[in-house]
């Protein structure tokens, strides 16, 4: 599965971005069973998740002050905290996919980039950990011509 899916021949992923708003989700922590070496096998441990979505500008840019018109942080942090809760993981890398597609159901989302780490595996190193950003194929038709 490609991870940066093509949007259109004629316009780059920066153009893209441009015309969105960035929402960000730092150090959220959860405890998750995941890993495949006994050790992790016996206990949850602690994953970090930093998230960021990318939003129309247009489509989210508040007239009232509402939550109504803008995409709530709790959507991100109760599906990070579903897949979180579906039984042992092995990897990462599905953890992190996993998340990915459930911020991409969101009509809104037109793109995300989701971290995970496991700061408490290895003694020797602040974390291991797997990132993924993706672009959803409509992307400039949700940015340039929303329903």
Do not use: W
Not at 32 to 51: C, K, L, N, Y
Not at 93 to 114: F, G, I, K, N, S
Not at 121 to 131: F, I, K, L, S, T
């Amino acid at each position: 599965m490609s991870h940066l899916l093509s949007t259109a021949p004629s316009l780059s992923t920066h153009a893209l971005l441009a015309q969105c708003r960035r929402l960000f989700l730092q150090g959220l922590e959860k405890q998750v069973s995941i890993g495949i070496h006994d050790f992790e096998r016996a206990a949850p441990q602690r994953m970090r998740f930093d998230i960021d979505l990318y939003v129309p500008l247009g489509a989210t840019t508040p007239s009232a002050d509402a939550l109504h018109e803008v995409v709530d942080y709790d959507f991100v942090r109760e599906a990070v905290q579903r897949e979180v809760t579906r039984g042992h993981i092995a990897l990462q890398e599905t953890l992190c996919d996993a998340v990915m597609q459930a911020l991409l159901a969101h009509p809104q989302v037109v793109a995300a980039r989701v971290a995970t780490s496991k700061p408490d595996v290895y003694p020797d190193c602040e974390a291991v950990g797997v990132e993924v950003f993706t672009i959803k194929p409509n992307a400039a038709e949700l940015l340039f011509h929303p329903s």
